[in-house]
């Protein structure tokens, strides 16, 4: 299941170039949660994927994010309650990341790290400020957009909600369906429902390409399982 969830997030690659602005990321600076620019922060992640480095892949995104899509991999209420109280274990962690680092070099003959990252548009969502970058392959025509959000330190992280809701919104419903309705589900839907700004703005800025209606519905349908439509 987790070569599924990293599929997911290769589906960002696939859409429809952009060159890139800033100079390359270096991960040997002292370490730092988030990063100065949304595409600083994009690059980060991309360059720590390649090379395995999953600490600089947490400083670069939320963990609670991460949490929950790893919950998909068949978790029970009290497992994925573990998983946002405790993080993800760093095997779990790098199963996802290396999946989807191999996926990427199978399907596009290029690495992770090769993508052409450029800034787009900085947009409020629900009081909460995102940005998007554009993202093109470097050896194909490809090119799609990524959103990164401003944590509560006033620095950038890819939200992974925001970009890819439209991917498993569908998939989350249904496992949210299978969970027992207990304490820890509770806190489950609660970690969900606080993703309410990241998944607005993917209604909203639709940065896989136009959401279909159904599509749409099911994101809509995710917020209102979980209590977050007020």
Known sequence: MLRVLAAILLLAVTASGCTSADEPTSTTRPPAVGASSPTRALRTLLAAVQEGDLDEVARVTFDDQVALLIALDGATTSEARRLLDEGVPEQS???????FRDTYA??????????????????????????????????????????????????????????????????????LSTLRDDADAAVV???????RPSLLAALQQEPLG????GVADQIRGLLTDVGATG
């Open 189 to 195: 839907r609660r970690a969900i429902a606080a993703q």
């Open 106 to 175: 199978r399907n596009f003959d290029e690495e992770v790290s090769d993508m052409l990252v450029a800034e787009h548009d900085r947009v409020t969502v629900d009081l909460v400020s995102f940005a998007v970058v554009d993202v093109a392959l470097r050896k194909t025509s490809g090119q799609t957009r990524w959103i990164t959000r401003l944590d509560n330190d006033d620095r950038w992280r890819v939200d992974l909600f925001a970009t890819f809701a439209s991917t498993f919104a569908q998939p989350l419903r249904l496992w």
């Open 210 to 213: 136009p959401i279909l209606p």
């Open 93 to 99: 962690r790098s199963m996802f990341w290396t999946s």
